[in-house]
């Protein structure tokens, strides 16, 4: 890292483009991990967990400035019913930070002289049910029962000192609410992104408020969009933009749809490098892709950045 590179993930997006990871589980697939269990891939922070250096690795590798940890899925009750306790599970969270800070060493090790940032994962309440009802949101929860759940887990995460905290794939303004109500006093900057079906959140408000939540929310440093087919992005960013005046986050599935009762991806891939100079032109200042989107693309997208 050069003397005048910035200290902060925050402090780089108000200079230029962040280059953000790829999906975490298509790279574990691509390795040969069976990830069919419903932890999926925080599954093999017990098991694996040099899996999941290899695939950070493998983004850093490819030009991703930030790598975003397999916590996603990984909560206390999640763990619970693989019989794992809260001390255990509070370890394997940390451990997410950890292996994508190895992967960091590992890459400047191998030459990789460019700041990169490490954000810990934070899915929604949805992804700990394990069926596809993060892609819906309205879980039957107040938003005081979503900031009990959230809360411990953030607070182990932002013990681990992540550089941001990835308050992601959200399909709820509520859940938002909740999830940003428990990010205050942490001491650790958010990143706030929804996943979307065209101009509205999953669980269908506009996207003009679920962004307003965040405007005046001082640790959040960026909002967007992520785990949404590629054309819902730029309508979203321009509303991100125009709502919250904060930087732009923006990493979009391959365009393939998830099937929730058969737990695999169909469809056509409609992503494409070139598109990310758009988004940027938009106001998008973290681009990079979610599920089946990766090293290869995230190369391209760096490339397309870069130019």
């Known amino acids: 890292m050069t003397s005048d590179a910035p200290s902060s993930l925050a402090e780089a997006l108000a200079t230029r483009t962040v280059v953000l990871d790829g999906g975490m589980s298509n790279q574990l697939e691509s390795a040969g991990h069976d990830l069919s269990d419903e932890l999926w891939s925080a599954r093999l922070l017990a098991e694996r967990p040099e899996a999941i250096t290899e695939a950070h690795l493998a983004y850093y590798e490819a030009g991703a400035d930030v790598a975003i940890t397999s916590s996603y899925q990984a909560t206390f009750e999640g763990f619970a019913k693989r019989g794992i306790g809260r001390e255990k599970a509070a370890e394997l969270l940390s451990l997410s930070v950890e292996l994508a800070r190895e992967a960091a060493r590992q890459a400047q090790a191998k030459g990789v002289t460019r700041p990169l940032w490490v954000a810990a994962s934070v899915g929604p309440y949805g992804a700990m049910l394990a069926d596809g009802s993060e892609y819906r949101g309205r879980y039957g929860l107040s938003v ?157 997208i760096a490339g397309a950045l870069a130019r």
């Open 144 to 300: 005081d029962e979503l900031e009990r759940f959230h809360r411990p887990r953030l607070e182990v995460l932002a013990t681990a000192r992540p550089d941001v905290l990835a308050l992601e794939t959200v399909p709820d303004a509520d859940e938002a609410t909740a999830l940003l109500r428990g990010v205050r006093g942490l001491g650790v900057p958010a990143w706030l992104s929804y996943t979307v079906d065209g101009d509205r959140t999953r669980a269908g408000q506009s996207l003009e408020e679920a962004f307003g939540l965040a405007a005046d929310v001082d640790e959040v440093i960026a909002v967007g969009v992520n785990c949404c087919a590629p054309e819902d992005v730029d309508g979203a960013v321009r509303t991100a933009v125009r709502v919250t005046g904060k930087p732009v986050v923006v990493y979009p599935n391959s365009g393939e749809a998830w099937d929730a009762e058969g737990r695999t991806w169909a469809g056509r891939s409609s992503f494409a490098a070139e598109q990310v100079s758009g988004w940027r032109g938009a106001g998008a200042r973290l681009i990079g892709g979610c599920c089946r989107v990766g090293p290869e693309a995230i190369a391209g």
